[in-house]
């Protein structure tokens, strides 16, 4: 089982679904997605948070994607909505720092 994201024409997620694995019957599930739904399809994982993965894995794609997320393809990663204009995005853990 396997989590993709839906983007639209600026990027932002409008959804997240749940479907196949990569491995399984050798099809790039991103494109299969993408084109039938007719917008942007990017995988995200559900074990990703702040750039680290829950489970001592690799991270990928900086953070799992939610609806309102960024993905920012410069740093291929799901970033969360900007908390207030103020905050500074830190490129290590994909997440706002906000400073007082």
Not at 15 to 23: A, L, N, Q, S, Y
Not at 39 to 60: E, F
Not at 62 to 74: E, K, L, Q, R, T
Request: with cysteine.
């Amino acid at each position: 089982m396997a989590h993709y994201a839906f983007l639209d024409e600026n990027n932002f997620v409008t959804e997240v679904i749940v479907g196949r694995d990569e491995g399984e019957l050798d099809i790039d599930w991103e494109k299969y997605y993408g084109d039938f739904r007719g917008q942007v399809c990017k995988r995200t994982s559900y074990n990703t948070r702040n750039n680290q993965h829950l489970y001592g894995g690799v991270p990928y794609r900086g953070n799992y994607a939610g609806i309102g997320f960024y993905y920012d393809p410069n740093l291929d990663a799901f970033i969360p909505p900007k908390p207030n204009e103020q905050a500074i995005l830190d490129t290590n853990t994909y997440t706002w720092i906000i400073n007082n």
